[in-house]
C-alpha cells in the first residue's frame, strides 16, 4: 500500500461547483497536512496547511483532517476557472533531528469550465 | 517570482552532455530539497541540505550530482543522463523542523535525447 493515495483525476466541473479533492494515507504518524495548488509550468504553491485532525478554512477553501480515518480533504466552494490547476496533498510526521520529509499525492488535476 | 529561483527554465540535453541546474532562495531559510516530478508520479524527493550539509540522498544514481556552497543556494550537477531522467526538476526550501512547510521554486524543465 502506498504512503498516500490520491485520485489523479481528472476533474472536470462547471464554474460555480463545489469541488471535493481526497487524499488517504496508511502511516498513523502523520500530523501535518498541507495541500498545494500547481499552476501548468509552474512549481507547487502551498494553500492550506493543517496540524492533526479538524478542519480549516481559508475564504473559498476549507481543509479538513479525519485521523481517524486517515483522510484529508479540500473543498472549493464557488469553483472558478482561475483554480483550474493541480492539487497536491502532502503531509509529514513528527520527528526527532534534521528535515522531516514530506510524503506526497500524485495531484490531481481539476478543470474548472466556465 | 517565489522566493525561490531556479534557472534555466528549460534544459535540453544529450546523453553525454554535463549541464547544471541551480537554484536560489531568498527566504532566510536554512533547508534546501531536490525533487524530480514526472507525469503520473508523486513528487520524488531527491536530495535534503539542512544548513549546507546533505542529510538525505534518495538512493539517486550518481549521474546527479547536488552541491550546496551555502544555505542560499542548491545546485544540481547532470552528467550522462538517460531519457528516462527527462522531467520537472524542482527546488525547495524551508526552515525545516516537523512543520516543514517548503516553498518550491517554477522547477527546471529537462529533455534528455
Known amino acids: 500500500q502506498k504512503e498516500v493515495e490520491q485520485d489523479p483525476g481528472p476533474l472536470s466541473v462547471p464554474e460555480g461547483a463545489i469541488v471535493s479533492l481526497n487524499c488517504t494515507y496508511s502511516n498513523s504518524a502523520f500530523q501535518y497536512f498541507m495541500w498545494y495548488r500547481q499552476y501548468s509550468r509552474k512549481g507547487p504553491e502551498l494553500l492550506m496547511y493543517?496540524?492533526?485532525?479538524g478542519n480549516k478554512e481559508d475564504g473559498r477553501f476549507t481543509a479538513q483532517v479525519d485521523k481517524s480515518s486517515k483522510y484529508i480533504s479540500l473543498f472549493i466552494r464557488d469553483s472558478q476557472p482561475s483554480d483550474s490547476a493541480t492539487y497536491l496533498c502532502?503531509?509529514?510526521?513528527?520527528?526527532?533531528?534534521?528535515?522531516?520529509?514530506?510524503?506526497f499525492g500524485k495531484g490531481t488535476k481539476l478543470t474548472v469550465n466556465p | 517570482e517565489t522566493g525561490v529561483t531556479q534557472t534555466p527554465r528549460h534544459l535540453v540535453m544529450g546523453m553525454t552532455n554535463k549541464k547544471s541546474l541551480k537554484c536560489e532562495q531568498h527566504l532566510g531559510h536554512n533547508a534546501m530539497y531536490w525533487y524530480k516530478q514526472s507525469a503520473k508520479k508523486p513528487l520524488e524527493l531527491m536530495f535534503v541540505?539542512?544548513?549546507?550539509?546533505?542529510?538525505e540522498n534518495n538512493s539517486v544514481p550518481s549521474r546527479f550530482s547536488p552541491e550546496c556552497p551555502n544555505s542560499s543556494h542548491l545546485f544540481l550537477h547532470l552528467h550522462t543522463l538517460q531519457p528516462e531522467d527527462s522531467a520537472l526538476y524542482l527546488c525547495a526550501s524551508s526552515f525545516g523542523g516537523a512543520k516543514n512547510i517548503q516553498y518550491f521554486g517554477a522547477g527546471t524543465r529537462l529533455s534528455v535525447l
Open positions: 541540505y539542512n544548513f549546507k550539509e546533505q542529510t
Open positions: 493543517t496540524y492533526s485532525s
Open positions: 502532502a503531509m509529514s510526521a513528527e520527528q526527532t533531528g534534521g528535515s522531516e520529509k514530506l510524503v
